[in-house]
């Protein structure tokens, strides 16, 4: 290990001073002449000594916009063989305080991290001289820091995002943002080292062979496969007594106390101000439903991984089994950018139901899934779920229908699940016809069917501030044979009449009508000065969204005209989007990730439709049971996941428009991130082990159960 500053163990002063190594207190091996700048920050006392005997100086980062350190090299560093920088630090207040770590090189280059120290013993904080990040290992987020490595704490920044031309170090900044008091650290000596160790040993032997994180307990955690078994008897005890007779309810699940109309199909119906779904035998229901009930979802990749996984499952019989081959990589699809997502992967939720049930694991899965579902209070299969559970007719279920084919597309800014389809290219007609006869042939029939979705979260908006006009901003920026562009101009071309006009309406110049052909055509955002811009932007977004809603939903009228046609899973979106799907589709759907379902749509204006709408996602994640991620809405605990739940899905039966909740997911997502995009929350009802999150769970049942009732 190479030192390359001065201790900051005995740093003096206020303002700035120079110094060699030798300067302060022998405590580093470095003799290059150092300059510490403190700006905004205090020396308070004498030197300390963490357990370990280092000396450690604290430091008060004072009430500022950016407190900090910062530390030069009279002549600069050459760190071209350098693997990383270390700190000895210690976070002297009893909360998580937040450190800014800045390496700057020359020409504005410069390294960042940012990294949340939690309170607690000292620790070494070591941040690679490179860009990483949590996805150049294959999931969406990395490891909880600090890790124990042989008695000592270290923190590696897993985020750091920049580039630096190592042989050029000017400086070093360490920085708390923006303080409302004083916040205090203890700082040591900064250190470099060759290699990526630390980085490498960050992910080292992160999850067991039964797919979970190796470095904490939780009270699901099983640490042998009797444990296993014996978890899953006991749970069979418990639904035993919870699973009994459904009383007030018809055997859809409707409640038999509000009488509807009787159709013999799910369809809607508003009474006395109030939406509901309605079941075939005529009673009101509200959709408690559960996405991706599935033992298939959980797979993670191992190829070039090994190292993450301890006692990972030979690739032979009966492991051989849950071992197979994949490439989820998408140029197109920003939920992949960045992922090594290919190569070989493993199952370790289907090797543990094989563990518990030997070869008739999924028929015994399947019962036992139904069972909880009906004993948790749930009265619907949701998206992308186990086709055979939909076919026991014990519970209603939905399905979405992916339009599948060659057409073209357009980008919104937005593409994280990829760009929008071009309704107005005539293949997309063709597309949608072929895929909804295709997809609907088992299911027409069906009674319990509750109906469809067309595809899920589709770009209708682009991001920031300018994002609602992303999709009208890209359908100019195509390419000339596009055919919404061509559509577009078209519309442009019958209101103004010559290109002059449009130009004037827009203050933009404009040649001539062609101009408008070329590639990444300088498309204006509107603004005040020209308003003709966001009324014109805004007719094209209905006019998109109407075009693609209304071949949807005709073709879903003629391959099957009993079922309800359940809208696109809004996730970004626009009203102009919102307002077509309601003329077109019998239930809007929105995927609303907020603490309350009031503050993430726009529920006067679904109101003003006067459309029913249906929440298809949700989900409140916590870090206290193996997953690194927390979902998109985190809380703090376990517990508080299932109050949260609770206010949830009561505040949404309180809204006349919400006909049901659909949560997300059934299982936690793989601590090293799934095939698709690398998620790995903790956001499910059971675990990687088919154990279910007890606590969680009766908070659910107990919510679930009292709106059924």
Not at 386 to 399: G, N, P, S
Not at 420 to 425: G, H
Not at 525 to 537: C, K, L, M, S, W
Request: aromatic share 10%.
């Amino acid at each position: 290990m190479k030192s390359i500053a001065a201790c900051m163990a005995l740093m003096m002063g206020l303002v700035s001073f120079t110094g060699t190594a030798a300067d302060v207190a022998d405590l580093a091996a470095s003799s290059i002449p150092v300059n510490i700048q403190l700006q905004q920050v205090q020396r308070v006392g004498q030197v300390e000594h963490d357990a370990h005997g280092m000396p450690l100086q604290r430091y008060a980062f004072q009430p500022a916009v950016q407190p900090q350190i910062v530390i030069t090299p009279a002549a600069g560093w050459n760190w071209s063989a350098q693997g990383a920088l270390q700190i000895a630090l210690q976070n002297a207040m009893p909360w998580t305080v937040t450190l800014d770590v800045t390496i700057d090189g020359v020409a504005g280059q410069h390294l960042h991290a940012q990294v949340g120290l939690p309170s607690g013993p000292a620790q070494t904080l070591v941040i690679p001289l490179h860009a990483t990040s949590p996805r150049a290992f294959g999931m969406q987020v990395g490891p909880p820091m600090p890790f124990d490595d042989h008695g000592h704490a270290v923190f590696v920044a897993t985020l750091v995002e920049g580039a630096i031309g190592l042989a050029q170090v000017h400086d070093v900044r360490l920085g708390i943002p923006a303080p409302q008091a004083a916040q205090q650290l203890l700082l040591g000596k900064l250190e470099t080292s060759a290699g990526d160790a630390a980085l490498q040993d960050a992910y080292r032997g992160i999850v067991d062979q039964w797919g979970q994180y190796t470095r904490i307990d939780w009270p699901e955690k099983i640490g042998s496969d009797a444990a296993l078994r014996h978890a899953h008897a006991q749970e069979q005890l418990r639904l035993k007594t919870q699973l009994t007779e459904r009383r007030g309810l018809d055997a859809y699940g409707g409640r038999d106390d509000t009488p509807l109309t009787r159709t013999g199909w799910f369809h809607t119906q508003k009474a006395n101000g109030r939406w509901w779904l309605v079941t075939p035998e005529g009673h009101a229901f509200f959709s408690l439903g559960l996405n991706t009930i599935t033992p298939d979802d959980t797979r993670t990749y191992v190829q070039g991984r090994e190292s993450m996984f301890v006692n990972l499952p030979p690739d032979q019989s009966p492991w051989n089994a849950f071992y197979g081959i994949s490439d989820t990589r998408d140029p197109e699809r920003a939920a992949s950018a960045g992922l090594p997502n290919h190569g070989r992967w493993f199952d370790f939720y289907e090797a543990n139901l094989y563990r518990v049930d030997g070869a008739d694991w999924l028929a015994a899965w399947r019962k036992r899934t139904l069972d909880r579902l009906q004993a948790w209070g749930f009265n619907t299969i949701g998206n992308w779920s186990d086709k055979v559970l939909t076919e026991q007719h014990r519970l209603a279920y939905t399905l979405s229908i992916a339009i599948r084919g060659q057409f073209g597309n357009v980008s919104s800014g937005y593409d994280y699940w990829g760009r929008m389809p071009d309704p107005f290219d005539p293949r997309f007609a063709q597309a949608a016809d072929r895929s909804v006869a295709e997809d609907t042939a088992a299911s027409r029939d069906d009674p319990w069917l509750l109906g469809y979705y067309a595809d899920n979260e589709l770009a209708w908006a682009g991001q920031g501030p300018q994002g609602r006009w992303g999709l009208a901003i890209g359908t100019l920026h195509g390419e000339a044979h596009s055919a919404a562009k061509q559509a577009f101009i078209a519309i442009l071309k019958q209101k103004y009449g010559t290109a002059s006009k449009l130009a004037s309406a827009w203050g933009i110049a404009l040649a001539d009508w062609s101009a408008l052909d070329a590639v990444n055509f300088p498309a204006p955002e509107p603004n005040a000065g020209h308003p003709a811009i966001a009324g014109d932007y805004s007719a094209w977004l209905r006019r998109y969204a109407d075009q693609y809603f209304s071949i949807v939903a005709a073709a879903m009228h003629r391959h099957d005209p009993h079922h309800l046609f359940l809208g696109g899973r809004f996730a970004v979106n626009t009203p102009e989007a919102v307002a077509s799907c309601a003329r077109y589709c019998d239930v809007l759907s929105f995927n609303v990730y907020t603490d309350l379902p009031q503050h993430g749509v726009d529920l006067d204006a679904i109101h003003k439709l006067d459309k029913p709408l249906l929440i298809t996602e949700f989900h409140f994640g916590s870090g206290d049971r193996g997953p690194f991620g927390k979902g998109v809405v985190s809380v703090w605990t376990e517990a508080q996941r299932g109050e949260a739940y609770a206010r949830y899905v009561q505040a949404a039966a309180s809204d006349p428009a919400i006909v049901g909740t659909h949560w997300f997911e059934y299982v936690d997502e793989p601590v090293t991130g799934r095939l698709l995009d690398g998620e790995n929350s903790h956001t499910g009802m059971v675990g990687v082990t088919d154990i279910p999150f007890e606590s969680f769970v009766e908070a659910v049942r107990k919510v679930n159960r009292d709106l059924r009732h």
